[in-house]
């Protein structure tokens, strides 16, 4: 086959990585997807009642990297978006009584479920001060429980946390690290925004519009339904390959043990609701924190960019141990496997002279923001130039 670079997997990894080349240099570079349409889990489509659903989970786009967003905004036509979520809590185990509530923590979910009486930062301080006063756990924390009840306090540990938590990863947070709450962000302030990046859009026609634009490019050839592994035999001509795969499916021949991951089961439900604005919940994702339900939230796709639809379609999102590898699970095995998986990939890379190339974050076994896959993408390119894995030529 004619072909210079083989890149396998169509998500924003492999397909900003085939731009660049396309761009700069001469090579015809074929894309490979074992799935049937571009995108990776970015991937969205218009259902029948006019409603643009993305098909992986609601995926809002936020950076601080400026050459992210130069690069990216290129593609397709995207338009500022403020992101926020609301949390339904149950303040009283013996009461059907909810209240919606902000996430992440801030000064209007205090007033709202706990004490209106705080106003600012210095109310916000004394607050906390207050409700975290009797708590006896001291830094280092052993697990996820200590760290939160200790910023927290058990209040908003048990409204929030506690069962979220036990949901998302199926382990109560006695036994996640203590890292893993220790990232949730607390405000001392009233921005209730989900992210407070100074970049936050959404793509007026989709992340798919995003991708057929970046994949349009006469020295680029998709193919779909095309499974690396089942078909290698057919690129081995290519002097160049980047895999944006699972990186232990990759050397599942050398009989080490699988990496861990969460996935996601999605439910759909559709509603007529005859006017085309009208919607069913107060905000696009609300969280589900609590024991009562078993899916951890619910996404309104119709929110996004004020959707118009006489149909509203609400998808529910269950938490599940099997599937679609979604997020890696942190633990001690995990990062130890992944550290020899890496080492793996390293020598492959160096056995084929830096032809294979592993990327994205399944190769990387990392939670992945779309930025920071983009930013990755870049990063690479600018060090395989400067190392002379690629040499470029003048487009014009
Ligand atoms: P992927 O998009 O997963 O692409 C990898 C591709 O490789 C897939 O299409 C796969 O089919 C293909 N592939 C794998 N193996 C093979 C094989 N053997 N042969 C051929 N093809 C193969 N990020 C945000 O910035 N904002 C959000 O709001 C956000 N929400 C998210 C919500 C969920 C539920 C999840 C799971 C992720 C979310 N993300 C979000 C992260 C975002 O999805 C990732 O940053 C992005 O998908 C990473 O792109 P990638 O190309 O590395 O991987
Ligand atoms: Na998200």
Known sequence: MNMDALIVGAGFSGSVIARLLAENTKQKIIVIDSRDHIGGNCYDYVNKFGIRISKYGAHLFHTTRQDVWNFISAFGSWEPWEHRVLAKIYPRDDSDDFAYAPVPICIQTIQKLYDSSVQNEEGMRRWLVEETRSIKFQA????????????FGHRIYNDFFHSYTLKQWDKSPEHLDASVLERIPLRYNMDDRYFTDPIQMLPSCGYTGVFQELLNHPQIEV???TDYFQERHCFNGVNFTVFTGPIDGYFASRGLDRLEYRSLRFEEDTIEMGDKDTVMQPASVVNEPSMRVPYTRTVEFKQFLNQRSTHTTLVREYSSSHGDPYYPVPNERNTK???????????????????VLFLGRLANYKYLNMDQAIGNALDHWQRWIKDGVIETHDVN
């Open 337 to 355: 496997l992944y550290a020899t998986y890496q080492q793996l990939a390293e020598k492959e890379t160096e056995k084929e002279r830096r032809t």
């Open 223 to 225: 193919r779909l339904n």
């Open 140 to 151: 280092p924390y052993k697990n996820s429980m200590e760290s939160a009840v200790a910023r």
